[in-house]
């Protein structure tokens, strides 16, 4: 999941309830060949709504 923070954008991957890796870039679309360059067998699929949840609220917290 990406999302916005005061310190710029943050993705967020993680492996069932754990979380595996946090990125932060100045956009979007530089973060998503980062984590494809440090976990190339992931697959990439929409956030949990949980997990959503949790990224937005630290989000508006950083």
Known sequence: MIARCSLGRVLVA??????CVVLLGRDSAALRPRLS???PWAELSDPDPQLRKVVLRA???A
Request: charged share 40%; glycine share 16%; hydrophobic share 25%.
């Open 59 to 61: 989000g508006r917290r």
């Open 14 to 19: 993680t492996v069932g309830r754990n979380v």
């Open 37 to 39: 360059r440090r976990f």
